[in-house]
């Protein structure tokens, strides 16, 4: 069956440390892979996009990779800060479904200070 | 504007009313999503325009009925719906679609059914 799953449902770090979320897919085979944030009662922002020939892509304290083979992609947040607490979820685009989009469980970051 | 706007904020219905959600954006982007989000679960995509046309139906009851205007409206109308359809009401857009583009989403109507 086709799943897609994030490695936890909440996450806490301390400030000024690395964040580290993995999204884990199976019988999927997307396009591109999109990670989105959002915060309680609100719609999910639009973070990162890393297409299936990338690697790695990053923005400010942000960074993706996304490995096609293990079928995983990990989301990175450096420096975290307080403001980071937030759901973040990962989400595949699916080119041979018209572009759907499949979004994961998502994992509740808690960055304390 | 890179806003995407939603009324109402929030709405409150009984199963034999009927009720519309609307959506509105003017980035002029040619595709419109209405998706379902439960509480501590992710958004389920419900219907997709592109180019005002419906191209994605993910086998939504007939209790609810997309509708698009014009190339910056989208409605969602309501109609004898369930407690269980309590949830957020997330609309999106992206530039072209269907989309491998970057969605901006609402900030989604909350709709209680009594």
């Known amino acids: 069956s086709q799943k897609i799953e994030q490695n936890s449902e909440a996450l806490n770090i301390q400030e000024g440390k690395t964040a580290t979320l993995t999204c884990n897919y199976t019988?999927?085979?997307?396009?591109?892979l999109q990670w989105y944030r959002q915060d309680p009662g609100r719609g999910p922002v639009f973070l990162l996009l890393i297409r299936e020939n990338e690697k790695e892509k990053r923005k400010e304290r942000l960074k993706v990779t996304f490995d096609t083979t293990l079928k995983q992609s990990l989301f990175h947040i450096t420096a975290s800060q307080p403001a980071d607490s937030a759901t973040y979820l990962c989400a595949l685009v699916l080119y041979n479904q018209g572009g759907k989009l499949i979004f994961g469980q998502g994992t509740e970051l808690s960055v304390k200070p | 504007d890179t806003e995407v706007t939603q009324t109402p904020k929030h709405l409150v219905m009984g199963m034999t009313n009927k009720k519309s959600l609307k959506c509105e954006q003017h980035m002029g982007h040619r595709a419109m999503y209405w998706y379902k989000q439960k509480a501590k679960k992710p958004p389920e995509l419900m219907f997709v325009y592109s180019y005002e046309k419906l191209s994605i139906n993910e086998s939504v009851p007939s209790r609810f009925s997309p509708e698009c205007p014009n190339s910056s409206l989208l409605n969602l109308h309501l109609h004898a719906l369930q407690p269980e359809d309590s949830a957020l009401y997330l609309c999106?857009?992206?530039?072209?679609?269907?989309?491998?583009?970057?969605?901006?989403f609402g900030p989604g109507t909350r709709l209680t059914v009594l």
């Open positions: 999106a857009s992206s530039q072209d679609g269907p989309s491998t583009d970057t969605q901006y």
């Open positions: 019988n999927y085979s997307p396009a591109y």
